[in-house]
């Protein structure tokens, strides 16, 4: 069985349009000029009823043509260019796929790095911080900007425009 592609299914549409003439001759032309088509690609009217028989109901305008087809992959694999991008620029383990901070991997590297903090009140606060997060589940309002400046003071990475804080 031939496939029916998209400029086959294009004809044979215009033509089944014309099946909806006032003209009798008109109807008469445009059923035979299909019934032509069809055979020349190898399909037949039954094969136009399956297709319609497998359209569920579903009464479309217009499908997504070849070319709209290449624009959205092309979207697509610019998105997904600028994600991979992102995860080089935020390591995965301080982040979720949708920029989300892993509060508790956060918390526990700036725990593990206190010693080079020099403030006494940054130390406590790194060292009280993940044993909160598992209690509370994440930094209040108030801990999250102390946090994240301690964080990027020890080498971490936050950049407030890919990094979504879901507060």
Not at 159 to 166: E, G, M, R
């Amino acid at each position: 069985m031939t496939t029916l592609n998209e400029p086959i299914a294009k004809r044979i549409a215009k033509l089944f349009r014309m099946l909806a003439s006032d003209f009798d001759g008109e109807v008469l032309n445009a059923a035979r000029r299909m019934k032509q088509q069809l055979i020349a690609e190898g399909l037949s009217f039954n094969d136009i009823a399956t297709v319609i028989e497998n359209a569920n109901g579903e009464i479309e305008e217009r499908k997504y043509s070849d070319a709209d087809a290449e624009i959205i992959f092309a979207k697509g694999v610019e998105k997904g260019r600028t994600e991979e991008a992102r995860k080089q620029q935020a390591p995965p383990e301080f982040y979720d796929a949708d920029g989300s901070p892993r509060w508790y991997e956060i918390a526990m590297f700036c725990q593990q790095n206190s010693a080079q903090l020099h403030s006494d009140w940054e130390q406590n606060f790194t060292s009280d911080m993940p044993s909160k997060i598992i209690k509370f589940g994440k930094p209040t309002d108030k801990q999250i900007p102390h946090l994240l400046a301690i964080f990027v003071k020890l080498g971490g990475y936050y950049d407030p425009k890919t990094t979504h804080l879901h507060r």
